[in-house]
């Protein structure tokens, strides 16, 4: 169990939360697991009240924030944290409001000194880490910077998350319609207004083949989060190239199952955009605090294959690095994120002079791979999450492994 983990190692924490009686309920169900989490204490605090989210950040080394939709109940948090200099990490993929976030206190926060790290869920963490790997790789390895990365989720296995949705749909009603406009059609737009913008666009819903994983691509879900935190990575960590791009796609193998992610997403877009299907959506599907069973999250899993191609002279084929990142005994949403959230906040509050020796940025509205770095890969890599370069002219031939294995024992455990 999580918090267990963390009780073992002898790290000081406290659940927080605006209902006491909710707080024993939760602390009872820990206890049941671990009798040492009986003396883990509360913090009584409200999104809404500054007075009591100032006492918590005032108290604490770092806040790890998983109540959503972030836009309604995270505002506030952010702040206070700033004020008190305090780290900070979530788990929103509300990035309407993560650029709110970056345009209100990303100076404040880099003055400081103090991360405010969005999206270290499932949605970006290992395709924001997995697009790093890469680009050390390449450049510890090869001496080349990054020109473009692939990140091609080959399989995954979870249930449907209540506050997932949830959030999903308070971003398309409660922001602007414009605004949702730009977040979608731009792959810099948590960049600042005046940086020149490069030339990667956002993909169309048609299949494509892609012929360095020799695979069919189809949309996927988390795409318009995921490649704005890579390119957003790609500004404030400057290690890959000058005109970087970045393409993420589910990759099922055959023509028919891309093509069948074609038809998903366009019918999650239509629900996301029309207001009758919203309201449908609202009555059927799972609410804020429902998801899967404590037996689909423990058979959970996912399984990537990154794919980097090197910055070469005009005229010159690229060199290809490949990686396998995956997690094969966790669910993505649920048990996943949970795991990936802990270890980045543990990152925040134990490794900081690990990040600053890897050259992490000091403070700022930031990103997981520009906050922690390869330092957050190594932690990851301790708990059991995969990351690993495969392919690359780097290793010898003994060392290197086909695509369909980069995720070798991701399955059912």
């Given at each position: 169990?999580?918090?267990?983990?963390?009780?073992?190692?002898?790290?000081?924490?406290?659940?927080?939360?605006?209902?006491?009686?909710?707080?024993?309920?939760?602390?009872?169900?820990?206890?049941?697991?671990?009798?040492?989490?009986?003396?883990?204490?509360?913090?009584?605090?409200?999104?809404?009240?500054?007075?009591?989210?100032?006492?918590?950040?005032?108290?604490?080394?770092?806040?790890?924030?998983?109540?959503?939709?972030?836009?309604?109940?995270?505002s506030k948090v952010v702040a206070a944290a700033v004020q008190q200099g305090t780290h900070y990490c979530d788990i929103t993929g509300e990035l309407v409001?993560?650029?709110?976030?970056?345009?209100?206190?990303?100076?404040?926060?880099?003055?400081?000194?103090?991360?405010?790290?969005?999206?270290?869920?499932?949605?970006?963490?290992?395709?924001?880490?997995?697009?790093?790997?890469?680009?050390?790789?390449?450049?510890?390895?090869?001496?080349?910077?990054?020109?473009?990365?692939?990140?091609?989720?080959?399989?995954?296995?979870?249930?449907?998350?209540?506050?997932?949705?949830?959030?999903?749909?308070?971003?398309?009603?409660?922001?602007?319609?414009?605004?949702?406009?730009?977040?979608?059609?731009?792959?810099?737009?948590?960049?600042?207004?005046?940086?020149?913008?490069?030339?990667?666009?956002?993909?169309?819903?048609?299949?494509?083949?892609?012929?360095?994983?020799?695979?069919?691509?189809?949309?996927?879900?988390?795409?318009?989060?995921?490649?704005?935190?890579?390119?957003?990575?790609?500004?404030?960590?400057?290690?890959?190239?000058?005109?970087?791009?970045?393409?993420?796609?589910?990759?099922?193998?055959?023509?028919?199952?891309?093509?069948?992610?074609?038809?998903?997403?366009?019918?999650?877009?239509?629900?996301?955009?029309?207001?009758?299907?919203?309201?449908?959506?609202k009555a059927r599907l799972p609410q804020p605090g429902q998801g899967p069973t404590r037996d689909a999250m423990m058979s959970g899993y996912w399984k990537?294959?990154?794919?980097?191609?090197?910055?070469?002279?005009?005229?010159?084929?690229?060199?290809?690095?490949?990686?396998?990142?995956?997690?094969?005994?966790?669910?993505?949403?649920?048990?996943?994120?949970?795991?990936?959230?802990?270890?980045?906040?543990?990152?925040?509050?134990?490794?900081?002079?690990?990040?600053?020796?890897?050259?992490?940025?000091?403070?700022?509205?930031?990103?997981?791979?520009?906050?922690?770095?390869?330092?957050?890969?190594?932690?990851?890599?301790?708990?059991?999450?995969?990351?690993?370069?495969?392919?690359?002219?780097?290793?010898?031939?003994?060392?290197?492994?086909?695509?369909?294995?980069?995720?070798?024992?991701?399955?059912?455990?």
């Amino acid at each position: 169990m999580l918090p267990c983990t963390a009780q073992a190692q002898g790290i000081r924490w406290a659940m927080a939360g605006r209902s006491r009686a909710k707080l024993e309920e939760v602390k009872q169900q820990l206890t049941s697991i671990d009798p040492a989490c009986a003396s883990v204490p509360f913090v009584i605090a409200d999104a809404d009240d500054e007075a009591s989210l100032a006492r918590l950040a005032a108290d604490t080394d770092v806040i790890i924030a998983t109540a959503g939709p972030f836009a309604k109940y995270g505002s506030k948090v952010v702040a206070a944290a700033v004020q008190q200099g305090t780290h900070y990490c979530d788990i929103t993929g509300e990035l309407v409001w993560v650029k709110r976030m970056i345009a209100a206190h990303h100076e404040a926060a880099a003055a400081k000194g103090v991360k405010v790290v969005h999206c270290c869920g499932y949605d970006s963490i290992p395709f924001d880490l997995g697009v790093l790997l890469l680009a050390d790789h390449a450049r510890q390895k090869l001496g080349r910077g990054l020109a473009q990365a692939y990140g091609l989720v080959l399989d995954a296995r979870g249930g449907f998350s209540g506050g997932t949705i949830a959030s999903g749909l308070h971003q398309a009603e409660a922001e602007a319609s414009s605004e949702v406009a730009a977040l979608m059609g731009d792959k810099y737009y948590l960049w600042p207004k005046e940086q020149a913008r490069g030339s990667d666009k956002p993909p169309g819903l048609l299949p494509e083949w892609n012929a360095y994983a020799q695979r069919w691509m189809g949309p996927f879900v988390m795409e318009a989060i995921n490649s704005r935190i890579v390119q957003r990575s790609s500004l404030l960590n400057g290690l890959y190239g000058p005109d970087f791009k970045y393409r993420e796609a589910m990759a099922p193998g055959g023509l028919l199952g891309a093509a069948a992610m074609s038809g998903l997403m366009a019918g999650l877009g239509a629900m996301f955009a029309l207001g009758p299907l919203r309201a449908l959506a609202k009555a059927r599907l799972p609410q804020p605090g429902q998801g899967p069973t404590r037996d689909a999250m423990m058979s959970g899993y996912w399984k990537h294959s990154m794919i980097g191609l090197t910055q070469e002279q005009p005229g010159q084929q690229p060199q290809v690095i490949v990686a396998g990142c995956a997690d094969s005994s966790r669910d993505p949403g649920y048990w996943g994120t949970a795991r990936l959230v802990l270890e980045a906040g543990l990152c925040l509050a134990l490794d900081r002079p690990a990040c600053d020796a890897a050259g992490c940025q000091a403070g700022g509205v930031l990103t997981p791979a520009s906050a922690m770095g390869m330092v957050l890969v190594g932690r990851l890599r301790q708990a059991g999450v995969r990351f690993e370069v495969t392919q690359s002219p780097a290793l010898g031939k003994q060392q290197q492994q086909p695509v369909e294995a980069v995720g070798a024992g991701a399955g059912k455990q």
